[in-house]
């Protein structure tokens, strides 16, 4: 019904940059807020960052300074601009998005299946 797909991942230097994409597709009425997870080897998963329909951002006190999401909403795409790059931004990424679909009133979480990103020292 509504798949995210995900890009960008990879692999960078510590001080280095990279940046994720995620597309979303489907049914699609609307789209609510858009964000990002992230998850490292054996540890939980964190939030990380956050945007609203209008704009409005959030971000973890670890990536804050350092970390950009924005969103293309004739696009259905959110972005994260990821710089000054450290060993431990190390994980997963996975993005989301609360997505009303056409012909319902309720909005749902929808999840991307993950992109590596992994920082060398």
């Known amino acids: 019904q509504v798949q995210l797909v995900e890009s960008g991942g990879g692999l960078v230097q510590a001080g280095g940059s990279l940046r994720l994409s995620c597309a979303a597709s489907?049914?699609?009425?609307?789209?609510?807020?858009m964000g990002w997870y992230r998850q490292a080897p054996g540890k939980q998963r964190e939030w990380v960052a956050s945007?609203?329909?209008?704009?409005?951002?959030n971000y973890a006190d670890s990536v804050k300074g350092r970390f950009t999401i924005s969103r293309d909403n004739a696009k259905n795409t959110v972005y994260l601009q990821m710089n000054s790059l450290k060993p431990e931004d190390t994980a997963v990424y996975y993005c989301?998005?609360?997505?009303?679909?056409?012909?319902?009133?309720?909005?749902?979480?929808?999840w991307g299946q993950g992109t590596q990103v992994t920082v060398s020292s």
């Open positions: 945007i609203t329909s209008t704009g409005s951002t």
């Open positions: 489907g049914i699609i009425a609307s789209i609510n807020a």
């Open positions: 989301y998005a609360g997505v009303r679909t056409t012909g319902s009133r309720y909005v749902k979480d929808y």
